[in-house]
């Protein structure tokens, strides 16, 4: 339940950050430090989990192991549009 | 279609910590101390609070925010030892209490007539201790029919904590527990932690637990 508060807190954060005109996330990233006291896998499993519904659309998350206590969403990867505007 | 990497590197913990720094406002301005108790399940916090709310309920204006994942027998079973208001937090599963509830626990409590604030975390070593309540110091229960590496099994706890109570001292006979051992543990992970001893059924060392709730309130609180 640790990992699911938190996956769900990384969910309304980048939803934040891509506001309301969500373009289509494909994958998101997250740093969870080695002493941070979160378990990847069960944290990922959760992730796939808050991302598989809306807004978001099946986008991946893709964790980081680095050393130190730190849990970050670090980026956002996003698909644009290139059609020309009208 | 082109795919287009968004740099945020936001900490993921940024909104509790938000949420702490607002409650640890809100008790510093009524001059409350707030204390986390945390510890795995079934070392003794809430007979340790029970024993507590008796003696010193009264004396010290002692308001209680009980978490527990289901059911609020804990808040039931400690509400029979004071008049004073205990403010149950169920967290439906969660494994450990956020500033958020604890936000909204203080709504329900007179905090015009509290002077210290106990919140007795779900029972759990390893999450609680990465969620900031707005608490003053992190005391953790470290009892003796666990086993004395438990501050090397779970560092971050320790790390995090201002004071362990070993309780259920009354046991240490019964049980193949190396206080010596467990200490140096709890000193290897946390050179700054502070100990008291404690049975909350014979009663042995409880005068220290009350004389460090005693020192913890007030505005020349040493916590």
Same mark, same amino acid.
Not at chain 2, 12 to 22: P, T
Not at chain 2, 64 to 77: E, F
Not at chain 2, 184 to 200: D, E, K, M, Y
């Given at each position: ?19 309301? @005109? ?13 002493? @941070? ?6 944290? @990922? ?6 991302? @598989? ?34 | ?72 027998? +804990? ?94 001292? +009354? ?8 206080? +010596? ?29 009350? +004389? ?12």
């Amino acid at each position: 339940m640790h990992e699911l508060s938190l996956a769900m807190e990384i969910g309304r954060l980048a939803e934040e950050r891509l506001g309301a @005109s969500v373009p289509r996330c494909v994958a998101v990233g997250v740093d969870v430090g080695t002493a @941070s006291g979160v378990e990847p896998s069960a944290l @990922s499993f959760c992730l796939e989990a808050v991302l @598989s519904h809306p807004p978001w659309t099946g986008a991946q998350p893709v964790l980081a192991h680095p050393v130190g206590d730190h849990l970050l969403l670090t980026w956002l990867e996003v698909e644009d549009d290139d059609r020309p505007e009208d | 279609m082109t795919v287009r990497k968004i740099e945020v590197r936001e900490r993921v913990m940024a909104r509790n910590d938000e949420l702490a720094a607002q409650v640890r406002a809100r008790l510093a301005a009524h001059g409350i101390t707030a204390i986390n108790l945390m510890s795995s399940p079934g070392a003794g916090k809430t007979t340790l609070l029970e024993r507590t709310l008796a003696v010193l309920g009264e004396p010290l204006d002692i308001a209680v925010v009980a978490g527990d994942c289901q059911t609020q027998n +804990d808040a039931d079973r400690l509400a029979a030892h004071t008049g004073r208001l205990v403010q149950a937090i169920v967290t439906g599963g969660a494994c450990h209490l956020d500033a958020l509830q604890v936000s909204d626990a203080l709504d329900h409590i007179d905090l015009e007539r509290t002077r210290l604030l106990i919140i007795e975390n779900v029972g759990n070593l390893v999450c609680p201790a990465s969620w900031d309540l707005g608490e003053r110091s992190r005391v953790v229960l470290f009892t003796v029919t666990e086993g004395d590496d438990k501050p090397l099994k779970y560092p971050k706890m320790f790390e995090k904590a201002d004071w362990v109570v070993l309780t259920k001292t +009354d046991l240490l006979p019964y049980v193949p527990f190396d206080v +010596d051992r467990a200490v140096r543990h709890c000193l290897q992970v946390n050179p700054a932690l502070r100990f008291i001893h404690v049975s909350a059924i014979t009663g042995d060392g409880m005068g220290e637990w009350f +004389d460090f709730l005693r020192r913890s309130v007030g505005p020349t609180a040493s916590v």
